[in-house]
């Protein structure tokens, strides 16, 4: 299994560009997430999905989209970037069964808006 | 509000000796405590993770002291090494939920 991916791994926007990071898991598993990590600052969530064609708001949502047409997938858009968007952005799945849940996470994609 | 608050920041440790970071949390709805690490460049990895049924989980040389009263946890690193050099999240969840809530992160650094 390659677990979680993610493409591209760098990208740099000029502002107001838009551009989707794509996200890909083979584990089946049902949760996925979109998180942002700024320095000094951990993992802020941005969506999250509990499975196909279900999606909701983490913390910090705004000026981001997604979608979730099939299990796999996960994608994350930026309509209109903006300086304040420049963080490295990291896919993770979960089963979403038991109690807790480890996360799988991806490798992270790293994001200039210049 | 900042429901789990992780320290230190940022900790030096020489190598052989012991690392503890430290986490508290507020809901005490929470019964899912995991330890997350990062290398540089990677994402995160799951290193150890408690319920609050049990004080204490041992893994090798880490280990996860539990304290519901005091609603704190804490990460020891036993006999450390340069290759245990990264970032350590600790995070909270509800049970059923599997929307952890993170600490801000703990860089530490173990010097031979």
């Known amino acids: 299994n390659a677990g979680v991916t993610q493409t591209p791994k760098f990208r740099i926007l000029k502002i107001g560009q838009s551009m989707t990071l794509q996200c890909t898991q083979d584990?089946?598993?049902?949760?996925m997430y979109w998180y942002r990590q700024d320095p000094g600052m951990g993992l802020k969530l941005i969506y999250y999905s509990v499975g196909a064609g279900i999606t909701d708001k983490g913390e910090v949502p705004n000026g981001y989209n997604v979608s979730r047409s099939t299990t796999e997938d996960f994608p994350l858009r930026l309509e209109l970037a903006a300086p304040s968007q420049t963080s490295v952005y990291f896919c993770?799945?979960?089963?979403?069964?038991?109690?807790?849940?480890?996360?799988?996470f991806g490798p992270g994609t790293r994001l200039t808006v210049t | 509000q900042q429901q789990v608050k992780q320290s230190p920041q940022s900790l030096i440790v020489q190598k052989g000796g012991i690392s503890i970071i430290n986490c508290a949390y507020e809901?005490?709805?929470?019964?899912?405590f995991p330890w997350y690490q990062q290398f540089p460049g990677k994402g995160p990895a799951l290193l150890i993770a408690i319920r609050p049924d049990v004080s204490e989980k041992k893994e090798g040389r880490f280990t996860i002291s539990f304290n519901k009263s005091a609603k704190q946890f804490s990460l020891h690193i036993m006999d450390s090494q340069p290759g245990d050099s990264a970032t350590y999240f600790c995070?909270?969840?509800?049970?059923?939920?599997?929307?952890?809530?993170f600490g801000r992160g703990t860089s530490l650094i173990v010097h031979p």
């Open positions: 995070a909270a969840s509800l049970g059923g939920s599997y929307i952890p809530t």
């Open positions: 809901n005490t709805a929470f019964d899912y």
């Open positions: 993770a799945s979960s089963l979403g069964q038991g109690i807790g849940g480890e996360q799988y």
């Open positions: 584990m089946n598993h049902n949760y």
